[in-house]
């Protein structure tokens, strides 16, 4: 079975809510016609009755719940649970009702905050820093966790590498300023995320354009310190570097530049050195290789919140609201 309908047939057999704000974008009617078709999750869709009328025309979104932001007799819960969580910021009602109308993510946060909705996908039509900012003013990052990171699930065809193609590459959305501190928390986040998703052990390359001291440059030791910290504070984490790409994934490649390398040759999961090259990274192969590319998932955020690439299709958004589905099982345990 394709990794993809295994996390589909997860998620139907406890079946979540999720909630999408993005009603004036017509993909996501066609995802929730197909996610409700195929009983992926319960739905709840944000706008206005003429939103979804312009939009959701040709799709069958029978049995999603419309909330209407401007009529919803929740709303004056949500602008309260807006009010306590921003009272640091000062945030008055006014401002709280004021940012729920113009920007659906934050009223979708607050339904997941109010346990309203198990999780949230957004980011077809909106960049990644308008989607995940709500979510990190209003839902923050999960207890102990310093920084929320962004990873693309990527199940690349045709392909035995990492685990028979199927490979976590992080970060890719998040954070544009990395440091080695950074850089091992995401190591261990992203560990996390494949195992909970793929099932197996999670195998860690830190990547860099040098092998094991091949070059020398400040970049190069921000990764070396970042493997240094990392099995400092992991130590159970199967994870080496600072590894090219080539040496992280390929045997002969692996043997060659590091030699006895638990994690050369064998990487399943990718951490970036740095934003660039994340995003570019995974774009690459989703363009080239036609990758399926479900993300970017947030880990690290205290609720499953999920963005997406505004070039995404319909059926990624199912993917990944499939891939929500399965963290607010996991959350619930
Ligand atoms: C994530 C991002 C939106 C946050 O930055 P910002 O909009 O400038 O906002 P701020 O830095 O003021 O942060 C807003 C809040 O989020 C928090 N925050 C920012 N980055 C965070 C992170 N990685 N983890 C957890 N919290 C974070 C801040 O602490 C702040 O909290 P506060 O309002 O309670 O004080 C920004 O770093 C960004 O745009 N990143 C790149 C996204 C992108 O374009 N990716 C490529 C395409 S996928
Ligand atoms: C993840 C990502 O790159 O998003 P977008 O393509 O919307 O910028």
Do not use: W
Not at 37 to 65: F, Q, R
Not at 78 to 86: G, H, P, Q, S, T
Not at 233 to 257: F, N, R
């Amino acid at each position: 079975m394709a990794f993809i309908d295994e996390i589909k047939a997860k998620a139907k057999a406890d079946k979540k809510t999720i909630v999408l704000p993005e009603s004036m974008d017509k993909r996501t009617f066609a995802a929730a016609e197909q996610i409700l078709k195929e009983g992926i999750a319960n739905l709840i869709i944000i706008g206005t009755k003429e939103e979804i009328e312009a939009n959701s025309e040709g799709y069958d979104i029978t049995g999603a719940t419309i909330v209407d932001p401007f009529n919803d007799p929740n709303k004056q819960k949500y602008i309260d649970k807006f009010v306590e969580l921003r009272a640091k910021k000062g945030v008055t009602p006014e401002q709280a009702k004021e940012m729920m109308e113009k920007d659906y993510m934050y009223y979708a946060c607050l339904m997941c905050k109010c346990g309203d909705a198990d999780g949230a996908v957004s980011g077809a039509c909106h960049s990644t820093g308008n989607t995940i900012r709500p979510a990190l003013q209003l839902l923050k990052t999960k207890p102990g966790i310093s920084s929320v990171s962004g990873f693309f699930l990527m199940e690349v065809p045709n392909c035995e590498l990492g685990e028979n193609g199927l490979f976590v590459f992080a970060d890719c959305a998040v954070n544009p300023d990395v440091d080695s501190e950074k850089l091992a928390e995401i190591a261990k986040l992203s560990a996390e995320s494949f195992e909970t998703f793929v099932g197996k052990e999670a195998k860690v390359a830190m990547l860099s354009f040098s092998t094991k001291g091949s070059a020398k440059h400040d970049n190069v030791d921000k990764v070396a310190n970042a493997v240094a910290i990392a099995h400092e504070k992991y130590p159970e984490l199967t994870l080496d570097g600072e590894l090219q790409l080539d040496a992280a994934l390929v045997p002969e490649v692996g043997e060659l530049k590091a030699p006895g390398s638990k994690v050369a040759g064998h990487a399943n999961t990718l951490v970036f050195p740095s934003l660039e090259a994340g995003n570019i990274g995974y774009k690459l192969v989703q363009r080239l290789a036609k990758a399926g590319a479900y993300g970017p998932i947030l880990q690290g955020l205290s609720l499953p919140v999920n963005d997406l690439s505004r070039g995404c299709y319909a059926e990624d958004i199912v993917g990944t609201v499939a891939l929500t589905a399965v963290q607010a099982q996991n959350a619930a345990n």
